[in-house]
Structure formats: structure tokens, C-alpha cells
């Protein structure tokens, strides 16, 4: 009896010894996955994200903008309360903002395929989930002169 109680004793110190915490502070510590599942480092998702709000006539306002800071933030969805993991990307003007809910995946975080950008809506992410649809706002409130433009990657 007391090997056994030593044994489920040891196996639960090795379990939280082996506990995976990712530290959302440094991101270069993370192993990112695009949405396929390929490993990407943090320039190719600042190039990628570049890419995408530079794109497309009815962005012509966003041209030469660049990501100027990537980080990790926890909203929760306006109607189902349920908490999501975000990489928030902040431009050089720092009135454009973009966002991708990211999830646990292997060793490291996988990126969504879904994309938000918003722009002249303040000086921070105003982006915000109703039931996992992106809208751009205040507390679910609107924002006047406030542009959201979504992006699926394929």
C-alpha cells in the first residue's frame, strides 16, 4: 500500500513538472503554427500580416502601414462568455490594429485564419467577439469613423 501511494505520489510531482505554461510576454519564447499547421517565426507572420492590411482597393488609407508591435491578449466573447487567446498587431501610425484569435496547438500557438483589422477606432485594439464573429467597437458598442475589414487566409 505505501508503494503504491508512493508511486501515485511521484507520478503527480512528474505530471506538474512537465506542466507546459507558455509565457505570453516574450513572444519570441512561442512556437508559432499558421492555420494549416506549418511552423512560422514572427517575421514571417509580421510580413504575412503586412501583407494582408495592405491589400485591396477599399484599403487605400492603410497603404504603407507596418506592424509595429505583436502581443498576446484574453477577450471574451460578447454573447457566449466564453475567454479567447488573441495576437493583437499594432501599426507604426498606431490607428490600425488587427487581431486573430490564436489556440494552443503541439508545443506552441496556432494562428486563426481569420483576421480583423480596424482602423481610426482609438488608441488601443477595439476589436471584440459576438458568438466568434469579429465587430470593431467600445463594449459592443459601435465606434463613428470606425472601419472593420475581416480577412480569411486559404
Known amino acids: 500500500m505505501k508503494k503504491t501511494i508512493l508511486h501515485l505520489l511521484m507520478a503527480l510531482f512528474i505530471l506538474s513538472c512537465n ?6 510576454a516574450d ?8 492555420f494549416k499547421g506549418n511552423e512560422v517565426d514572427l517575421d514571417e507572420i509580421k510580413k504575412d500580416w ?5 491589400t485591396g482597393d477599399h484599403l487605400e488609407s492603410l497603404y ?10 484574453i477577450i471574451q466573447d460578447n454573447f457566449t462568455n466564453k475567454e479567447s487567446l488573441i495576437i493583437v498587431a499594432q501599426t507604426t501610425n498606431k490607428n490600425v490594429y488587427s487581431g ?23 488608441t ?14 467600445n463594449n ?3 465606434i463613428d469613423d470606425c472601419t ?3 480577412s480569411l487566409e486559404y
Open 19 to 24: 506542466d507546459s505554461r507558455i509565457d505570453y
Open 27 to 34: 513572444l519570441n519564447k512561442i512556437t508559432f503554427y499558421d
Open 50 to 54: 503586412n501583407e494582408t492590411i495592405n
Open 64 to 73: 504603407d502601414q507596418r506592424i509595429s508591435e505583436l502581443n498576446i491578449r
Open 100 to 122: 486573430k484569435v490564436i489556440k494552443r496547438f503541439k508545443n506552441g500557438m496556432q494562428l486563426s485564419d481569420r483576421t480583423v483589422t480596424c482602423k481610426d477606432c482609438g
Open 124 to 137: 488601443e485594439f477595439q476589436g471584440e467577439l459576438i458568438n466568434g464573429t469579429w465587430i470593431c467597437a
Open 140 to 142: 459592443g458598442k459601435s
Open 148 to 150: 472593420k475589414t475581416s
